[in-house]
């Protein structure tokens, strides 16, 4: 099973076997990924977030008539990208509290510090 | 069960790991914070569509596309993220011209099989021509919104 997880998760830094604490109800899922390519070295990761469910976020916004699978897919891509970046800020601010745990106040702290980020203000509550 | 846009959740579990790979071992993250950086990832791609949806509109075009995206993250000065996704969607579109090819042998196959037979000729052909213009939709890769 974590074979089989590891395998459809690709290239990059292993993701860490062991301690997968807080996973319990959504390991399931989390092990039979959909069924990404695999790229072989270090090629560019096809995306993990299922696209489905980008769609749906998609199909929200009532202006928008039609979407193409590829602008679909460069999204959950975008939206991959954007959490690594937003989580590598929030850190910078747990480190600045010395505490190896993100928390709330640390995203909080990354979303005023960051201009990119304004977007987002007053969106979290 | 349809809720407020930003209620539209990505899955917890991909998003924690996407968190954990991108941070050193041995942070770990609260369940608050892991929440709020899923909601914020859906902010993200409602706030991107809306923006890409402009340039579509700009270009007369009813139809999202990858460059349109791309125009947003330089709108939203995410301009980092333009040359990682370039490289995405130039495997994606690799990976998706291999499905086609895959496929299309499949019906090659498929038709040698039926025309030896030799049997209602004409039906076949308009069930080709369907078949065509449906792998044409499916090629035009666009995803119906119902709005």
């Known amino acids: 099973m974590a074979a089989a997880a590891t395998a459809a998760v690709t290239i990059g830094p292993t993701a860490a076997p062991v301690a997968e604490e807080g996973l319990s109800g959504e390991a399931a899922p989390a092990a039979a990924p959909p069924p990404q390519a695999l790229a072989p070295s270090a090629g560019p990761r096809l995306s993990r977030l299922p696209l489905a469910r980008v769609k749906a976020l998609v199909k929200a916004d009532p202006d928008v008539t039609l979407a193409g699978q590829e602008a679909i897919f460069i999204l959950a891509r975008a939206a991959e990208l954007f959490v690594e970046t937003i989580a590598r800020d929030a850190y910078f601010s747990a480190q600045q509290g010395k505490r190896k745990t993100l928390q709330r106040k640390d995203l909080d702290n990354a979303i005023e510090a960051v201009d990119e980020f304004a977007f987002l203000e007053g969106t979290l509550d | 069960m349809a809720e407020r846009p930003e209620d539209l959740n990505l899955p917890n579990a991909v998003i924690t790991r996407i968190i954990k790979e991108a941070l050193p071992d041995g942070v770990n993250i609260s369940k608050e914070a892991r929440s709020a950086i899923s909601r914020a990832a859906s902010v993200f791609v409602l706030y991107a ?13 009813k139809t999202l596309n990858a460059g349109d995206v791309l125009s947003a993250m330089e709108e939203m000065e995410f301009q980092r993220f333009i040359s990682p996704l370039k490289e995405a969607l130039d495997a994606y579109r690799r990976e998706q011209k291999g499905k086609k090819e895959a496929s299309e042998q499949k019906k090659k196959d498929k038709d040698k099989r039926t025309d030896s037979e030799e049997q209602d000729k004409i039906r076949e052909d308009d069930n080709d021509e369907d078949d065509e213009r449906m792998e044409e939709e499916e090629q035009n890769e666009e995803e119906e919104v119902d709005n």
């Open chain 2, 49 to 61: 569509t809306s923006c890409a949806n402009n340039f579509a509109m700009k270009g007369k075009r």
